[in-house]
């Protein structure tokens, strides 16, 4: 019997656990051929890997063709033998990507686009939360105070230009336009935003962007850009993509939003730009060290939105998750290309 082998077990934080019923659609996707098991042991897993490999999954995995997990372990990978093709329920793939696994012919794929729908609502609740000025309003809030005034000055956030309070008419640059930065395209574009974007490979313009360029164009992006969001992927190209340099291009009085992964930032350097008000603020989901210390001063910055790790969460993933693996278990059983397959080399 060929064996498919599944560890998204996580009773103590139930989102990410795979449901009873994602389970099943797997099995009926199988042919009779394939037994299917699950590791039900309790998983506590940070960003794209887990921290600690269990021995119930050495063991499970040591005859399995087809793992699916949050990412794999060194030690997983060793002691799964036969394993033709691992799927992780993470979209980063750098965790996961130790030498074995890079020269080996295993196929590995993940879940990048299974987060973009709600990343990029995400950061378009931060756009909005700085354009409307709502960092000033719940500052007031919590203080009790009507700041009408504030809100009306004419320093107020509501009336710098740009935006002026509006999003319309306002640029956004997106730094990495795969399945999280389209998502955030289409809905920029949709509000009446200027769009325009960088990645890797440039191909032709998707009618949402005003302008699609090489890594090359990056400081111009920064210097055109109202908003700056990045989403590229991690990998040692990007690493520490955004430092000093790079911050000091962008507008005087631009948002950042960082929904990839806390290494692509020189967060020092962005802190100082925010201390120093040169950016009109900053909405981070991903830090250099999460949880993010309880000293950081980055906590401190009241022109800074902090959310813990979450811009991915949606009551909607399992079934986006689901139809990806069952399409792909139907590609593999019939010895077709699969969907989302990392490339080992580019770390993505």
């Known amino acids: 019997m060929r064996r498919f082998v599944i560890w998204m077990y996580a009773p103590e934080t139930p989102h990410w656990s795979m449901p009873d019923w994602s389970f099943d659609r797997i099995r009926e996707a199988l042919d009779p051929e394939w037994t299917m098991d699950s590791v039900r042991v309790a998983l ?118 740009p935006p002026r309070g509006e999003v319309a008419g306002a640029s956004l640059g997106i730094i990495g336009y795969g399945g999280i930065g389209s998502a955030l395209g289409r809905r920029a574009r949709a509000l009446g935003m200027r769009v325009q974007a960088i990645r890797r490979r440039v191909g ?43 911050l000091a291009r962008m507008r005087p009085g631009a948002v950042f939003i960082n929904l990839s992964r806390g290494t692509l930032v020189d967060e020092a350097a962005l802190v100082r730009a925010l201390e120093a008000r040169r950016l009109r603020g900053a909405m981070l989901d991903v830090f250099e060290t999460e949880p993010l210390p309880s000293d950081h001063p980055l906590w401190g910055l009241e022109n800074v939105l902090v959310t813990p790790h979450v811009g991915g969460t949606s009551a909607n993933f399992w079934k986006r998750e689901t139809e990806l693996i069952v399409r792909n278990i139907s590609r593999y059983q019939r010895g077709e290309p699969l969907e989302n397959r990392v490339d080992k080399a580019r770390g993505y």
């Open 44 to 161: 506590e897993a940070s960003g794209d890997g887990v921290r600690v490999t269990p021995p119930e999954l050495l063991e499970a995995v040591a005859d399995a063709e087809v793992y699916c997990g949050w990412g794999i372990r060194r030690d997983v990978f060793l002691a799964a033998r036969r394993l033709r093709w691992f799927h992780s329920g993470a979209a980063g793939a750098r965790n996961s990507l130790f030498e074995e696994m890079r020269e080996s012919d295993v196929i590995f794929t993940n879940s990048a686009g299974m987060y973009a729908d709600s990343l990029a609502d995400h950061a378009l609740a931060g756009i909005l939360y700085f354009a409307r000025g709502l960092d000033v309003a719940v500052r007031a809030q919590r203080e009790r105070v009507w700041a009408q005034s504030a809100l009306n000055s004419p320093r107020s956030p509501l009336h710098a230009a």
């Open 204 to 246: 032709a313009t998707p009618p949402e962007l005003d302008r699609l360029e090489g890594p090359d164009y990056l400081p111009a992006l920064l210097e055109s850009s109202d908003y700056v969001a990045l989403a590229a992927p991690e990998t040692p190209e990007t690493h520490r993509l955004l430092g000093a340099g790079e």
